[in-house]
């Protein structure tokens, strides 16, 4: 039982850790633009990720990192599930909440 609250007191540390939409956001755009090498302001974060010419083995590894940097684990097909930087956002910010 001792292990299980342990487990359930990590979650819930991890979650009030997470970053602000604002951060996870910005982390998403210089993502894109290092990877485009493109400035950050070029990125227009409700335009779908493949109209960036992301294919799946680049959206995979954003997710990867993006799953690193946050400290918490992602499924690699979230960018098919939210397309644009503004839904997955918004997604990864509500995940956070509940």
Do not use: C
Request: hydrophobic residues 45%; glycine residues 4%; without cysteine.
């Amino acid at each position: 039982m001792e292990v299980q609250n342990l487990a359930v007191n990590e979650m819930v540390d991890s979650a009030a850790k997470l970053p602000a939409a604002a951060e996870i956001q910005d982390w998403i755009v210089n993502y894109l633009a290092d990877l485009l090498e493109i400035e950050p302001d070029e990125v227009d974060v409700t335009i779908p990720f493949d109209r960036y010419g992301l294919d799946s083995s680049a959206a995979v590894g954003m997710t990867g990192d993006l799953e690193t940097w946050l400290g918490r684990e992602l499924d690699p097909t979230l960018l098919y599930d939210y397309p644009t930087v503004e839904a997955l956002v918004q997604h990864i910010s509500s995940q956070s909440r509940s």
